[in-house]
C-alpha cells in the first residue's frame, strides 16, 4: 500500500542546473510533507516542508511546491551542487497522528 | 541541526537472540519515534513513545517488539528474538520542538545484522 510514492529511483543533473524531484500521496488526510536527504549509513535529514494550506515553501536553493488538487508536490533545487548528492525522500503525515510515512526514495546524482 | 544519538552504531546478532537498541532524543523530549529501513526498501514507521506509554505502533511492531524508557533521557528499542527479516537500519527520531506535530529529526540510526 504506497501512500507515497516517488516513481523516479533515480536522477542525473548537471551542476549548476535544476534538480526537480517529484512525489505523489494518496491518502486525502495527509495534511503535512516533509523531505528529507540521506547518505548511506546515516540518517534522514530533514530539508524542507509544507503545509497544506499553502503552495510554495522556499528555503534558500530549496523550494517545495504543494498541489493539493493533484496529490503532488515537487522539491527544487537550483543551482544543483555535486553535494546535493544524495537519496531524497519525500514523507506525509496527517490528522492528529503523527507518524511519517515515506515515499521509496529518489536517488539524485549532481554531475560536476 | 538537533542532535540525536544511537547506540550502538552497528549490532550483530544470531536469529532468535535479544538485543536492545538506544536512542538518545533531544533533550527532555516525551515524544519519540522509531522506524527503520530495510536495504533498498522505504523506512517504515514502527512505534511512536510518548511520556512513557506506546501512542501507536505498526503492524511489524508485534510482540516481539518493546520500547522503554529506563531512565530520563534514554530510550530503547528490544527485540527479543531476532529473525533474519529483523536486518535492517533502525533509526530513532525526535520532534525539534519537543510537541509532536513539530518536525522531526532522525538519528544516525543502528545497523542490525541478524545472521
Known amino acids: 500500500d504506497q501512500q507515497v510514492k516517488q516513481n523516479s529511483p533515480s536522477l542525473s543533473v548537471q551542476e549548476g542546473r535544476i534538480s526537480i524531484l517529484n512525489c505523489d500521496y494518496t491518502?486525502?488526510?495527509?495534511?503535512?510533507f516533509l523531505w528529507y536527504k540521506k547518505y548511506p549509513a546515516e540518517g534522514p535529514t530533514f530539508l524542507i516542508s509544507i503545509s497544506s494550506i499553502k503552495d510554495k515553501n522556499e528555503d534558500g536553493r530549496f523550494t517545495v511546491f504543494l498541489n493539493k488538487s493533484a496529490k503532488h508536490l515537487s522539491l527544487h533545487i537550483v543551482p544543483s551542487q555535486p553535494g546535493d548528492s544524495a537519496v531524497y525522500f519525500c514523507a506525509a503525515r496527517g490528522g492528529s497522528n503523527y507518524k511519517l510515512t515515506f515515499g521509496k526514495g529518489t536517488l539524485l546524482t549532481v554531475n560536476p | 541541526e538537533p542532535e540525536v544519538t544511537q547506540t550502538p552504531s552497528h549490532q550483530v546478532t544470531q536469529m532468535g537472540q535479544e538485543v536492545i537498541l538506544r536512542c538518545v532524543p533531544i533533550?527532555?523530549?516525551?515524544?519519540f519515534y522509531w522506524y527503520r529501513q530495510i536495504l533498498g526498501q522505504k523506512v517504515e514507521f514502527l512505534v511512536s513513545?510518548?511520556?512513557?506509554?506506546?501512542?501507536?505502533k505498526s503492524e511489524i511492531f508485534d510482540d516481539q517488539f518493546s520500547v522503554e524508557r529506563p531512565d530520563g533521557s534514554n530510550f530503547t528499542l528490544k527485540i527479543r528474538s531476532t529473525k533474519l527479516e529483523d536486518s535492517a537500519m533502525y533509526f530513532c527520531?525526535?520532534?525539534?520542538?519537543?510537541?509532536?506535530?513539530?518536525?522531526?529529526?532522525f538519528g544516525p540510526g543502528t545497523r542490525l545484522t541478524v545472521l
Open positions: 527520531a525526535s520532534p525539534l520542538g519537543g510537541a509532536s506535530e513539530d518536525t522531526q529529526y
Open positions: 491518502n486525502s488526510m495527509f495534511d503535512y
Open positions: 533533550s527532555n523530549h516525551l515524544y
Open positions: 513513545f510518548y511520556n512513557n506509554e506506546i501512542s501507536e
